[in-house]
Nanobody
Framework: QVQVVESGGGLVQAGGSLRLSCVAS????????MGWYRQTPGKQRELVAR???????NIADFVKGRFTISRDNAKNTVYLQMDSLKPEDTAVYHC??????????????WGQGTLVTVSS
């Protein structure tokens, strides 16, 4: 099974920045679709940003203009650059790895998550 490891979370003041990293093992990283999701108690898990194997990105409206997703295939890594952080961004952020072939998902792996806490 593909191993997914997130890092970069921590405590930051409102208005500050963090960069989350997600490293996925395997020899087919360039074929993976990668996404960042976040979850807080009592709320549904929500998509923050996603990047496909071709480099196309989707970013949630509530973080547009503040967050950027990118990938470095040579390092098997996807990044989430978070700027102008707000207290409402506080959540556990999870990295998701998917591979889709002919419209069917044959790989779906989640990391353990990294906690981001934004203080006011």
């Amino acid at each position: 099974q593909v191993q997914v490891v997130e890092s970069g979370g921590g405590l930051v003041q409102a208005g500050g920045s963090l960069r989350l990293s997600c490293v996925a093992s395997g020899t087919s990283f360039s074929s993976y679709n990668m996404g960042w999701y976040r979850q807080t108690p009592g709320k549904q898990r929500e998509l923050v940003a996603r990047i496909t194997r071709s480099g196309n990105t989707n970013i949630a409206d509530f973080v547009k203009g503040r967050f950027t997703i990118s990938r470095d295939n040579a390092k098997n890594t996807v990044y989430l650059q978070m700027d102008s952080l707000k207290p409402e961004d506080t959540a556990v952020y999870h990295c998701n790895v998917q591979r889709v072939i002919l419209g069917l998902t044959n790989l779906d792996v989640w990391g353990q998550g990294t906690l981001v806490t934004v203080s006011s």
